[in-house]
């Protein structure tokens, strides 16, 4: 039997039609999820594998999207080790007392299966639940969660990392490797769980030059994909405000790049060099269902009908979202998408 | 007499040194400026000749400056003919009753030289002030303008902007027509009482895709600069995130194109084709003088030496940067900028 249309897509095989997903699929633009959730932290929600593997299938029945992803964030990993983060809502993640020096390093031990428990049965409750439809596991990459654990909250100037990394690149270079072991092993046990991709989020390293990227990001994300190269599921990089970078991110070894709405679709692909995945504004899913059809048809038109692409947006849904747009962005994709493709 | 460096910078002539000003050199990094200022409203301030021309010339003296920038904002004529802004610290202009629909055409009638008489007072008092060193006055490029109007305060997702210029492109075009005549009339009265250059100020452009640059913000911002061409002053356009936007900016018909550093300068330039302003992040200025020469002489490395070329960062100066650090990137790119020419 074939492997669902969303991992060979991944692997620039042939499909019979464009798969599609959206991040933050899962979450606040949902009603079924908002009468689900009450007002807790989103990590209480990520706690509970029930609770979970039922937002994470939501997205899934409604919109018939040929992946699934974790109901997750990148910061759990960080919060079932101890590291005191606490995710805000309308903020985001919060650090109590943020990364500083060399003494905060033993802050950061590997995690344990015992750690994430309640990730890996969820994970297990999906697979359960989903028939054909792949799981997608995922996890923060190295230098954007190193900017959260600086920063110690969501930033728009990076100033406290940016001055770390030149002032003491060494220090630098050993949380970035802490960061690389929690997240291989964060990967690791989603897939042995049974999630059958891995999307790497490394959202902001778009906030680099393509020098700091190449010294202060890449080598970190190259040692992620490497290590969890051996269990042969397809990897997607993603990142936002990445168009000059995206040469330099085809290196780090994953199966797909994620773009953003910046760049064109045909020529990130060009830069990409491989698979790529976007790059749908999620804006222009704001102004009903016609607005929403017409621009799932622009991107359509950029992604040829080579194979290789998968409809995503450019960055998360966003909150105020009409599912209904959603559904009518998958059903133009599934009927449009490969149109004239035998 | 020669013209001053940097009018000549801007017309691509030739220059003994690379001139260099910065965004936002006036303003709450220096410790002058915050002694002068108390807490109120930055509107208060503009509205002050007095106090806005010395502060406009805090940073030529302290930084030896080949330019100083108006101590203004985008929104003072907005302001001036009571749409109903406020520059709220710590977070941007807030509109009490935002952009909505036609009716809210007619709070936008165009200036009259009684609106703005604390604006072209102040320009008076600085270029009585300063002797040889050039004025840059400025405004905002209609469709950031815009996007402060319609959404309200400051967004990362431009929801509402985008929604309206894709679901009423009509209505948007006629706002954008009356932002066109304002922002005429108010560059024109800056360079009539003494204004030698003019930047325009596209910050949020970055947040389009080339097509919607193309048709929604791209023709304003031409009408722009057809409506100040005659009066013959260099004029500079600039925003945020634009790398690939660079060959559409191209063709508003500034003299320069302002760059971030998320395109490395050269490759910048070669998208511009016309001489070029920036592009030092405002964050590696914050790590002491060694780390901020370090970076300047980065940036410096990639300007070439063929002129054309304007130093300057590629955002406005963080409000945590040590006045020193400028201090000594002025040096660094007076003495090395143009290292090895005649």
């Known amino acids: 039997m074939n492997d669902p249309v969303f991992l060979r897509a991944c692997r620039g095989e042939a499909v019979e039609h464009v798969p599609v997903w959206f991040m933050r699929q899962a979450g606040r633009s949902l009603p079924e999820y908002r009468a689900l959730r009450g007002t807790g932290s989103i990590l ?27 109901f997750s964030d990148i910061v759990v990993p960080y919060h079932a080790i101890g590291f005191g983060v606490d995710v805000v809502a309308g903020r985001g993640p919060v650090i109590a007392r943020p990364f500083r020096g060399a003494q905060d390093l033993e802050r950061l ?18 697979v359960e639940e989903l028939a054909t439809t792949p799981l997608i596991g995922f996890a ?5 969660v190193a900017s959260y654990l600086v920063e110690g909250a969501p930033t728009r100037d990076f100033a406290v990392i940016k001055t770390l990394m030149h002032t003491d690149p060494d220090l630098f270079d050993q949380l970035l ?17 049974g999630a059958r991709a891995l999307q790497l989020f490394d959202s902001w390293a778009g906030s680099l030059t393509r020098d700091e990227y190449q010294r202060f990001a890449l080598p970190a994300t190259q040692r ?14 993603f990142g936002v405000g990445t168009g000059e970078l995206l040469p330099l991110m085809s290196g780090a070894g994953s199966s797909v790049l994620g773009i953003d709405w910046h760049v064109d679709l045909d020529e990130g692909r060009r830069r990409a060099g491989k698979p790529v995945q976007g790059n749908l504004d999620p804006a222009r ?22 194979g290789g692409y998968i409809f995503n947006l450019g960055h998360g849904v966003l909150p105020t979202t009409d599912p209904a747009v959603l559904e009518a962005v998958v059903r133009t994709v599934h009927d449009e998408g490969m149109a004239g493709v035998q």
Chains 1, 2 share one sequence.
């Open 44 to 70: 209480e929600a990520i706690a509970d594998p029930a609770l979970a593997c039922e937002i994470t299938l939501q997205p899934v029945r409604r919109y018939g999207v040929d992946a699934a992803i974790l």
């Open 109 to 126: 031990r590997d995690l344990t299966a015992e750690d994430i428990t309640h990730v890996t049965r969820t994970v297990e409750l999906v």
């Open 140 to 144: 923060g990459a190295p230098f954007t």
């Open 177 to 193: 490797t802490r960061l690389v072991a929690i997240t291989v092993s964060f990967l690791r046990a989603q897939v042995a769980h």
């Open 224 to 237: 992620v994909m490497d290590g969890v190269a051996d269990l042969g599921v397809p990897t997607i990089l």
């Open 285 to 306: 899913c704001l102004g009903g269902v016609d607005l929403g059809v017409a621009a799932t048809r622009e991107v359509l038109a950029r992604a040829g009908r080579d």
